[in-house]
């Protein structure tokens, strides 16, 4: 510090060289890594400070703080302005200084015995990646332009931006499916307490409707584990009436019905429970898409009227056998199903 005073004293005030203000972002953010690299060490051997490593900091610190008095001064020197371009510098020595205090981090965690957060960190280093990179490009245009925001600056920071955000996307995918592999290498996974139930009603169908009525059968962990099958269509009124009627399955209430779009075919889902035997299963069936069409159930449960009908109206599936098929939702001569993935309105303004 004395001797940057004694060199602007020297100077009389004036400006000893250029660049005075990067110097000293330079010498902020080399003082910052040093810092962390020493901090990374100190914590890798255990979270107590080794011989020496409190000197060592020390000695960084105390170098730092003379190398940024003597930017000082010889920014105060120049005048106290800043040169052009200044601000992006800064903002590049920090991104680098962030880059470098994840690195250490990680560093420091691996040698604790935990494993560093592998979706967070590539995350911020595209974030980082891309907004340098949008500096760059800014920074680039105004130089061309005269120190003036061309009109397509925006567009480039919103472009940089989206690039960021697909790149965390992809990272946390990547983490997710990583962390579901080592969890599944870990421990075997445990089969479903509703497995039983969903062995037996498939077994009780077959015996009683036909080896052909059940196509497939699944636990559907993200519905509470719901044990969901799959129905030939031409055997599903006859696979209803049985399941309604059959005393160990007592499944006499119909909760809900709703339609899908898949693309490639259509598909109705049934939600039905025992109110006596407090339990529940899935049922779906499928159809073609260029010719819905699926049995009615609407005679063994009442709840699917109105269901089967506003599917009708807003997906097209037809469903012989309805008491009184027709729009519920869509005045009668609306052109369409609105629900429909190729769905493509008359009026685009309605």
């Known amino acids: 510090m004395r001797a940057a005073r004694a060199a602007r004293e020297a100077a009389g005030g004036e400006a000893p060289a250029e660049g005075a203000v990067d110097a000293e972002k330079e010498a902020k953010a080399k003082a910052a890594a040093e810092l962390r690299a020493a901090r990374a060490a ?21 170098k730092a ?18 040169p052009a371009g200044a601000s992006d510098a800064e903002k590049e020595a920090k991104a680098k200084a962030a880059a470098e205090l994840r690195a250490a981090r990680a560093a420091r965690e691996a040698a604790g015995g935990e494993a560093p957060a ?12 891309a907004a340098a990179e949008a500096r760059a490009a800014r920074a680039a245009a105004r130089e061309a332009a005269g120190g003036e925001a061309p009109a397509g600056e925006a567009d480039a920071e919103k472009e940089a931006k989206a690039k960021a955000a697909a790149e965390a996307r992809a990272a946390r995918a990547a983490a997710r499916g990583q962390k579901a592999e080592e969890g599944a290498e870990a421990a075997p996974k445990l089969p479903s307490p509703n497995q039983p139930r969903l062995d037996r009603i498939v077994e009780l169908i077959k015996q009683h409707v036909g080896d052909d009525a059940v196509t497939e059968a ?71 898409r260029e010719a819905a ?44 199903h609105p629900l429909r993935k190729d769905y493509e309105p008359i009026d685009p303004e309605v």
Do not use: C, Q
């Open 65 to 82: 703080a003379a190398e940024l008095r003597a930017a000082r001064a010889a920014r105060e020197a120049a005048g106290g302005g800043a």
């Open 293 to 336: 069409s699926i049995p009615s159930v609407t005679p063994v449960w009442e709840t699917a009227n109105w269901n089967e009908r506003e599917i009708f109206d807003l997906l097209g599936i037809d469903f012989p056998g309805h008491p009184d098929l027709r729009r519920i939702m869509m005045p009668d001569d609306w052109v369409g």
């Open 218 to 288: 699944v636990i559907n962990e993200r519905d509470r584990d719901l044990p969901t099958l799959t129905i030939l269509s031409e055997r599903w009124p006859e696979v209803a009436r049985f399941v309604k009627a059959n005393e160990e399955l007592d499944l006499i209430y119909l909760s809900n019905v709703t339609g899908v779009d898949y693309e490639t075919h259509m598909e109705t889902v049934y939600y039905i429970g025992s109110l006596s035997k407090k339990h529940f299963y899935g049922f779906k069936v499928k159809t073609d």
């Open 118 to 129: 592998g979706a967070a960190d590539p995350e911020r280093e595209a974030k980082l990646k």
């Open 42 to 62: 100190r914590a890798a051997a255990g979270g107590e400070t080794p011989t020496g490593a409190a000197d060592a900091e020390k000695e960084a610190k105390a």
